[in-house]
Every structure is written in structure tokens, then in C-alpha cells.
């Protein structure tokens, strides 16, 4: 039986702009007057802003082609706002703009809001309704500058296994019937077992640490579990997304498994594919957070440079988490830490559209405070992933790199003076990958997933140096 590949919701951490254009917009809902509210809260202008950035403000509302407005914004060096007047792109567009002077673009954060107003209806609107918006502004970050190559290392296998006892789908060539694929992706526990997911045979394959030749464990997952990802949970037990229904009413759940494969419960995830603030699909990407708090990575694109958010779906205990409390306790827009401190990461474009050119990393600390940042420079046709790792106090973030048919992934240690440590390994999964098929170990060491229908499945461990 071929299995079709579901809808997999990719966010792109585009960038909010360029040393070119930073941009914001704001959805104003339906074109009628009764309707000139925003829908959405301000969104495309980075979190992370570096003096000589370009930035520009566009708010727009649909079919209001005489709205006018103003922007007021200032740097925490300055003690009032400065108003600057929105201005139509054309007379047919209904985007306002206005261009950020580049002498508020100091210090440590900028913040922002503005004033819609309809002529025709008298109404106005102010975006965000309460307070203000704001962005870092990175004055003293470590400039790293990626070179277009790199130290290739040599892993350790830690787990291996035949292809004849994996499965695979491999359609005839030309017949349009669905992708090619095997097992996509795997995890380390803290002890040092690993976890594969034989996603088409619905099962978990386990290997003891340091006895690479012999499955110990199988544990059985839900039916149709091809393309779901998995985590694991306290006690021995794991977590694997799910979904049910069809097109536009598809609903998105988390599983909690037994160490045995029992399903303990099922919870339905906030958000839905088609969701205007959370953007939630099964392969999105689960993720263990602080204190072993489970997270689900969901879409947040109504925020600025808010592309990713962490949703808590369950708790370190292993109870799930409601819908009401995991919007309630969605963390946006970094990634959340130990002792409330999170890592926020950005792409950035040097025009609309172009190709990512440089990073941003921020440490931000929880009052609120950058504690440390990097800018690194990206050299040809890179992009990030949308999770990275604090180890020992440093971040570790993976790019991939692409050039035509293939991908590198190169894993970065970022210290106090730029790449503590570097690592470039080829992508080496069979097929079309939806997973992570890179996992950071809780030791630091980097380990990578390959699979072929020839050779079979290998799981390395490296060393990043």
C-alpha cells in the first residue's frame, strides 16, 4: 500500500527584511467600515534589529484605500515617542509606510506602535490595541563569518539495522503515487540509547548504549504513524503526534505511550493547519524544554518575526496539557531555557525575497535582557533549522545548506568570541524527510540518521569540535 505524505506546514524563518527593507503588516479584516479593526497584531519586522538595518514600518488593511496613520516609535535611549507619518506605497495599494530613522536604531531594544484611522468611516484603530510592540536591537554581537567549507568529521555508529527489516515506500518511477521514504528520524536518551521510529511498520526500534548490532526494545506505535514525530516522555515513556479527519478539518493530537506501547491518553493540540495563530500539523516537531516540559513547535505568524512558537502540550510529569493552557503557556518568540531565559534566532535577507544572508542569535535572559548575541554571515545558499540546543551554557544551531539535489548540514557551537566548535555532515536520509534526522545529544555530541533501501539504517555519533 503506497501512503500519500500529508501536508507538511513549513515555516520559514524568513527574514523581517533586509540591510534593505524591514517590513510589518497588519490585517484589518473585511473591506467595510464596520470592519476597520486589525485582526492580527503587528508582524514581518524582525526581533532582532542591528544599527544600519534599513528598517521601514507597512501596515496594511485590505480595501481601505484612504486610510491614513501614524507610527510612533523610540529607542530606549530616548525618552518620548517620535510620531512619523504613514504614507501609501500608490494610490491603488492600501499599504501605509514610513521608513525608521536610522538615530532610533540605538541601544538596547526599539519599540513601536501606530494609529490607524478610515476617513470614511471615522473609525481608528491602534496596533496592538494595548501598550507597545518591541525588538532587540543587537549594538555589540559576535560577528561569525561562515566559509563555503568546513571540517567534515568521522562518526561512531551507535545503531545499525538491515533494510529488509525496516520499511519503505518506494513507488514505481512516473506512477505520481506518493514519495519515496523510509525511517526519517530517531532519538537519544539521556543514558545513551537510541530510538528508532520504523514509521511505516508503526514501531519504535531500541539499542542499548554501546551494543550498536542488537534491538533490544519494540514498541509498538499508533496505526498511520508514517511522518508523525515522536519524543520521549518520563518513566520510559514516549510521545508521537496524530490526525484525524480530512481537508479543512483536520484536527491535530498528542499521544502519551507506555513504555509497552499502550496509549495512556490523547489530547487534542491548539491550532490547525489552517489556523490564523497557531499552525499546528502531526509532523510538526515535538520538543523537550526546560524542567522536561514537552513542547510542540506551531506556526505564529500573525507576530513579528514570530514564524515559531513553543506551545506546551505536556507536563514534566507527563499529564497533557489542555488546549486553553497550552495557548496560555505558548512561548514566543524565542526558545524557552532553564530559569526562564530563552534563545531567540532569526534569517535575514539582504532584499524582499532573496536569499538568507546572515542569522541572528540572541541569549535573552528573563528580565528580558540580551546576554550575549551573534550575526553570522552566510556565504551561499544556506538556511536555518527552527530548533537549536543550549549545552553547557552555549548554543549549538544546525544550517542547511543547499546545492541542487543535496544537503549539508553544518552544526555550529557558538562561544563568547564566535564557533567554539564546527561540524559539516552530508544529509544521508533515503528519500523525501520530513524529521529531524539530526538530534544534540545531552552530552553535546551531534548524532545523525542514515538510511538507504541498499544498506540499511545507521545512527552515528560525532564529535563537535
Known amino acids: 500500500m503506497t501512503i500519500s505524505r500529508p501536508t507538511r506546514m513549513l515555516f520559514a524563518l524568513a527574514a523581517s527584511g533586509a540591510a534593505a527593507l524591514v517590513t510589518l503588516a497588519a490585517a484589518a479584516g473585511a473591506p467595510t467600515a464596520k470592519a476597520f479593526a486589525p485582526q492580527q497584531g503587528p508582524r514581518g519586522i524582525g526581533n532582532l534589529v542591528v544599527p544600519g538595518d534599513r528598517v521601514s514600518l507597512v501596515y496594511d488593511a485590505p480595501g481601505f484605500n484612504r486610510m491614513t496613520g501614524t507610527v510612533y516609535v523610540r529607542g530606549d535611549r530616548q525618552?518620548?515617542?517620535?510620531?512619523?507619518?504613514?504614507?501609501h506605497q500608490n494610490r491603488a495599494s492600501s499599504e501605509l509606510e514610513t521608513r525608521v530613522p536610522a538615530r532610533l536604531i540605538r541601544g538596547r531594544k526599539l519599540f513601536y506602535y501606530a494609529v490607524l484611522h478610515d476617513p470614511k468611516s471615522k473609525r481608528s484603530a491602534r496596533v496592538p490595541a494595548r501598550g507597545t510592540t518591541s525588538a532587540w536591537i543587537l549594538e555589540h554581537s559576535v560577528r561569525v563569518r561562515l566559509g563555503a567549507d568546513g571540517p567534515h568529521g568521522s562518526g561512531t555508529v551507535v545503531a545499525h539495522i538491515g533494510?529488509?527489516?525496516?520499511?519503505?515506500?518506494?513507488?514505481?518511477?512516473?506512477?505520481?503515487?506518493?514519495p519515496s521514504f523510509g525511517p526519517q528520524t530517531f532519538l537519544v536518551a539521556r543514558d545513551g540509547s537510541?530510538?528508532?521510529?520504523?514509521?511505516?511498520?508503526?514501531?519504535?526500534?531500541?539499542?542499548?548504549?554501546?551494543?550498536a548490532d542488537h534491538v533490544v526494545r519494540t514498541v509498538p506505535l499508533p496505526d498511520r504513524s508514517a511522518d508523525r514525530d515522536v519524543a520521549l516522555g518520563p518513566n520510559g515513556s514516549f510521545y508521537v503526534t496524530s490526525d484525524e479527519g480530512q481537508g479543512m478539518h483536520i484536527r491535530s493530537f498528542v499521544n502519551r505511550l507506555s513504555p509497552t506501547g499502550h496509549v495512556l491518553w490523547k489530547q487534542r493540540l491548539m491550532g490547525s493547519p489552517y489556523g490564523d495563530r497557531f499552525i499546528?500539523?502531526?509532523?510538526?516537531?515535538?520538543?523537550?524544554?526546560?524542567?522536561?516540559?514537552?513542547?510542540?513547535?506551531?506556526?505564529?505568524?500573525?507576530?513579528?518575526?514570530?514564524?515559531?512558537?513553543?506551545m506546551p502540550v505536556a507536563t514534566p510529569a507527563g499529564r497533557a496539557l489542555a488546549p486553553k493552557a497550552q495557548r496560555l503557556?505558548?512561548?514566543?518568540?524565542?526558545?524557552?531555557?532553564?530559569?526562564?531565559?530563552?534563545?531567540?534566532?532569526?534569517?535575514?535577507?539582504?532584499?524582499?525575497?532573496?536569499?538568507?544572508?546572515?542569522?541572528?542569535?540572541?541569549?535573552?535572559?528573563?528580565?528580558?535582557?540580551?546576554?550575549r548575541s551573534w550575526r553570522v554571515s552566510l556565504p551561499g545558499d544556506f538556511f536555518p533549522r527552527e530548533a537549536s540546543e543550549l549545552v553547557g551554557g552555549a548554543p549549538v544551531v544546525v544550517l542547511d545548506r543547499s546545492a541542487g539535489a543535496k544537503v549539508e548540514h553544518v552544526v555550529l557551537r557558538l562561544g563568547p568570541h564566535g564557533v567554539a566548535g564546527q561540524l559539516r555532515l552530508p544529509s544521508a536520509v533515503f528519500g523525501d524527510n520530513l524529521l529531524a534526522d539530526l538530534r544534540v545529544g545531552s552530552d553535546g555530541r551531534i548524532y545523525q540518521l542514515a538510511s538507504s533501501p541498499v544498506d540499511g539504517v545507521a545512527i552515528s555519533r560525532y564529535a563537535l569540535r
Not at 194 to 211: I, P, Q
Not at 349 to 365: F, H, N, S, W
Open 79 to 87: 525618552r518620548g515617542f517620535t510620531a512619523l507619518k504613514l504614507r
Open 163 to 178: 533494510a529488509d527489516q525496516v520499511g519503505w515506500q518506494i513507488p514505481p518511477e512516473g506512477c505520481g503515487c506518493g
Open 194 to 211: 537510541v530510538w528508532l521510529d520504523d514509521s511505516l511498520n508503526n514501531r519504535l526500534l531500541g539499542w542499548n548504549a554501546g551494543d
Open 280 to 310: 499546528v500539523g502531526s509532523s510538526n516537531p515535538l520538543r523537550s524544554g526546560p524542567g522536561g516540559t514537552t513542547f510542540l513547535l506551531v506556526g505564529m505568524n500573525g507576530l513579528p518575526g514570530g514564524e515559531w512558537g513553543w
Open 329 to 371: 503557556g505558548a512561548s514566543w518568540p524565542g526558545q524557552p531555557l532553564a530559569g526562564g531565559a530563552q534563545l531567540v534566532q532569526e534569517a535575514y535577507t539582504t532584499k524582499t525575497d532573496g536569499p538568507i544572508t546572515e542569522v541572528r542569535y540572541a541569549l535573552v535572559g528573563r528580565r528580558g535582557t540580551i546576554l
